[in-house]
């Protein structure tokens, strides 16, 4: 199985900021990693697929890099409707797994 | 706009079955599209359960595979999930998902999401 971490677990962060999350995989992907945004009681939504391409309707504050093992979400300005549980999730493996969040909290 | 739906029992009984559907609505269940089932225990991160094409092929998570059935209704444009032997450890919500994965080969992704159901297992 491929195992997916996340870093950090948790981040605080302040409206405006540069924020950027990474997501490493146990062995290589190649670019085969998304990213979803969730929040509380809501569920997950879609943001970056295959490691660097935006879902239609999502803002271009997200961006997304990476390939192989290592893998990047960053979001270039933080607005108050940021402020959400980010999983990355490889699709490399025909048994998918995600990372385990990273809760991203304001300052 | 495709909008999934799942339904079925909130509380169910230790070593009982899980059951629950998906309905499918805005779009069919025979496009090109695996349709998945992911849980979620509460206050944790996301499990991918399992998968079923329109044709009925599946694909199951290993923890789960001696436990897990998913078949299709094309009739009803659903999907259903059937969990047995559950724990208290199978408790969490449960979300039905769209998958863009080609029939063949990598790439899934999760583009469209029921909103998800609490599962509670318990006496």
């Known amino acids: 199985d491929i195992q997916m971490t996340q870093s950090p677990s948790s981040l605080s962060a302040s409206v405006g900021d540069r924020v950027t999350i990474t997501c490493r995989a146990s062995?290589?992907?190649?670019?085969?990693l998304n990213w979803y945004q969730q929040k509380p009681g809501k569920a997950p939504k879609l943001l970056i697929y295959?490691?660097?391409s935006l879902q239609s309707g999502v803002p271009s504050r997200f961006s997304g890099s990476g390939s192989g093992t290592d893998f990047t979400l960053t979001i270039s300005s933080l607005q108050p409707e940021d402020f959400a549980t980010y999983y990355c999730q490889q699709s490399y493996s025909t048994l998918c797994s995600f990372g385990q969040g990273t809760k991203l909290e304001i300052k | 706009q495709v909008q999934l739906q799942e339904s079925g029992p909130g509380l169910v009984k230790p070593s009982g079955t899980l059951s629950l559907t998906c309905a499918v609505s805005?779009?069919?269940?025979?496009?090109?599209?695996?349709w998945s089932w992911v849980r979620q225990p509460p206050g944790k991160g996301l499990e991918w359960i399992g998968e079923i094409y329109h044709s009925g092929s599946t694909n199951y998570n290993p923890s789960l595979k001696s436990r897990v059935t998913i078949s299709v209704d094309k009739s009803k444009n659903q999907f259903s999930l059937k969990l047995s032997s559950v724990t208290a450890a199978d408790t969490a919500v449960y979300y039905c998902a769209r998958d863009l994965r080609p029939a063949y080969g990598s790439g899934s992704r999760f583009d469209y999401w029921g909103q998800g159901t609490l599962v509670t297992v318990s006496s």
């Open positions: 295959a490691a660097s």
């Open positions: 062995q290589s992907i190649s670019s085969y």
């Open positions: 805005g779009g069919s269940i025979s496009s090109s599209n695996w």
